[in-house]
Nanobody, 123 residues
Framework: QVQLIESGGELVQVGGSLRLSCAASAPFSGYAMGWFRQTPEKEREFVAGVTWLGGSTYYTDSVKGRFTISRDRAKNTLYLQMNSLESEDTAVYYC?????????????????WGQGTQVTVAS
């Protein structure tokens, strides 16, 4: 079983930047990894995903142009660079792995999840 450890979440001002990291406990050889976020008021929401071998990236519309997902295959680590943060980005951010080919935006298609890291954007 793969363990995923997220880090990098903290309190930041509107317009600021953060970089989240997600380290996997073992080499990942599946199809993709992704970032999701959740607040108490909303269901878990897809943020960004990347195919592990090819590096193709996908984003939800609200973060396009502000967030960048990347991966370091040698370090088995996933990143999310978040710029121009808005108060609406406040959430717990989770990384997850997806073994099989398919849509990256559906949470129920992911196999393993991290424990989450809190991002709070203060106005």
């Amino acid at each position: 079983q793969v363990q995923l450890i997220e880090s990098g979440g903290e309190l930041v001002q509107v317009g600021g930047s953060l970089r989240l990291s997600c380290a996997a406990s073992a080499p990942f050889s599946g199809y993709a990894m992704g970032w999701f976020r959740q607040t108490p008021e909303k269901e878990r929401e897809f943020v960004a995903g990347v195919t592990w071998l090819g590096g193709s990236t996908y984003y939800t519309d609200s973060v396009k142009g502000r967030f960048t997902i990347s991966r370091d295959r040698a370090k088995n680590t996933l990143y999310l660079q978040m710029n121009s943060l808005e108060s609406e980005d406040t959430a717990v951010y989770y990384c997850a792995t997806k073994r099989r080919v398919g849509l990256l935006s559906k949470p129920n298609e992911y196999d393993y999840w991290g424990q989450g890291t809190q991002v709070t954007v203060a106005s």
